[in-house]
């Protein structure tokens, strides 16, 4: 079987090629960008993949309230394309989206299934649920996966870091940290999230999946885990969302569970901490 694998160089690329084997070909943006489409049909017609991953994405979440339409020409248009060869050729695809396709209601304390009714409130957000419905309405031979708060050894690519090495880093500089303590999520290891993806991949699950590490915590919590099991005494206080003020608006709760993966007889994944635990050991191995 051969993998194309898009945004093969980002952190959840650089964990799903070793996952899928020696059938994983990494192409990156000078290969294969989203943002332009002419480019998608070309290089997969060189390569003729069995399955076709997208792990690439526009995802600033700030920036795309300023520039929504890049947002959708890499996270819905471009995708739509890609979509359309994979249905034109007879192509398995594999794609990735978020959790916030979610967060509408505000008053939710319950993880979300894949049943439930998304409601995006942001302009990133937006564009990643577009682009869930480019795909299941271009491409029938799909396989949808929603996660959340990734973290992997490689760092995020266009962004620079992931939430982890950022506070570690702003801690070993005596800085004092402001996290937000009123949004919910589960924090997904890239590689555990990178395993069981290619797993399902290799079953050729079909439709949507939701997929993160397990149990749940504010992203200040996530902060106060970090640093009690990195043993560094940091500055840390609790701030509410209205405080930080980010330009984009985020879910306020946005954890979700797989009845899907449970029904096609996968395990679900670890307990987030526990997850967490392995990537501070594994970073020490490649920093």
């Not at 399955?51 to 020409?73: G, L, W």
């Not at 997904?188 to 949507?208: E, F, M, R």
């Not at 609790?238 to 996968?266: C, H, T, W």
Request: proline share 5%; aromatic share 10%.
């Amino acid at each position: 079987m051969k993998y194309a694998v898009l945004g093969a160089f980002g952190q959840l690329g650089r964990d799903l090629c070793p996952a899928l084997g020696e059938g994983a070909i990494a192409l990156d943006r000078s290969k294969i960008d989203l943002g332009a489409p002419e480019t998608i049909g070309k290089c997969l017609e060189e390569i003729n993949p069995d399955v076709v991953v997208n792990c690439a994405a526009y995802n600033f979440v700030d920036k795309a309230e300023t520039e929504p339409d890049s947002a959708m020409r890499i996270n819905a248009w471009g995708l739509k394309e890609l979509a359309q060869w994979c249905k034109a050729k007879g192509k398995y695809l594999v794609h990735f989206s978020t959790d916030y396709v979610f967060g509408l209601d505000s008053q939710r304390n319950k993880p979300y299934e894949e049943t439930d009714k998304p409601g995006p409130v942001s302009n990133y957000g937006i564009s990643k649920l577009a682009g869930e419905y480019v795909v299941s309405a271009n491409c029938p031979n799909h396989l949808l996966i929603r996660t959340c708060g990734l973290y992997g050894v490689w760092g995020s690519g266009g962004k620079g870091g992931n939430f982890v090495e950022t506070m570690l880093r702003v801690a070993a500089q005596g800085k004092p940290l402001k996290i937000v303590s009123d949004q919910y999520c589960t924090p997904t290891y890239t590689k555990d999230l990178a395993l069981a993806s290619a797993l399902l991949i290799k079953s050729k699950a079909q439709g949507l999946l939701h997929l993160t590490n397990q149990e749940s915590c504010s992203w200040y919590e996530f902060a106060q885990t970090i640093f009690e099991l990195s043993q560094i005494e940091a500055s840390i206080s609790p701030i509410s969302s209205k405080d930080y003020n980010a330009p984009a608006a985020r879910p306020g709760y946005s954890v979700m569970q797989s009845g899907r993966s449970k029904e096609l007889g996968f395990a679900p994944l670890r307990g987030w901490k526990l997850a967490l635990g392995d990537y501070l050991l594994e970073r020490k191995t490649k920093h």
